[in-house]
């Protein structure tokens, strides 16, 4: 499966922003799907998760209650709403997929990276 992620741009503390994943073939479903971001000189961070049929999530401590995950299996496609985003956030966010019915936050679980998209929180 090929991920082509989108929807970054630059927006303000307490800003939202929602970004896409879409996904290539025909076996997008046998996938759960994740975001892990990457600010400048850090290390890849898990972010979110979402099971194969989209009714299981999981989040990281850090975005809970302001980020939500979720899928649409007949258009290919993984969003990540984000609310209240804080300049701290400010990283290249990329979407995953991994070949098992339940997502992991641990990145060696995912087979497949989008090139990532650019999000910038102005304070």
């Known amino acids: 499966v090929q991920l082509q992620a989108s929807g970054g741009g630059l927006v303000q503390a307490e800003g939202s922003l929602r970004v896409s994943c879409a996904a290539s073939?025909?076996?997008?479903?046998?996938?759960?799907m994740g975001w892990f971001r990457q600010a400048p000189g850090k290390e890849r961070d898990y972010v979110a998760s979402?099971?194969?049929?989209?009714?299981?999530?999981y989040y990281a401590d850090s975005v809970k209650g302001r980020f939500t995950i979720s899928r649409d299996n007949a258009k290919n496609m993984v969003y990540l709403q984000m609310n209240s985003l804080q300049p701290e956030e400010t990283a290249i966010y990329y979407c995953?997929?991994?070949?098992?019915?339940?997502?992991?936050?641990?990145?060696?679980?995912?087979?497949?990276w989008g090139q990532g998209t650019q999000v910038t929180v102005s304070s």
């Open positions: 979402i099971n194969r049929s989209g009714d299981s999530t």
């Open positions: 073939g025909r076996t997008f479903w046998r996938y759960s």
């Open positions: 995953a997929a991994a070949p098992m019915a339940q997502p992991t936050g641990r990145m060696g679980d995912y087979y497949y």
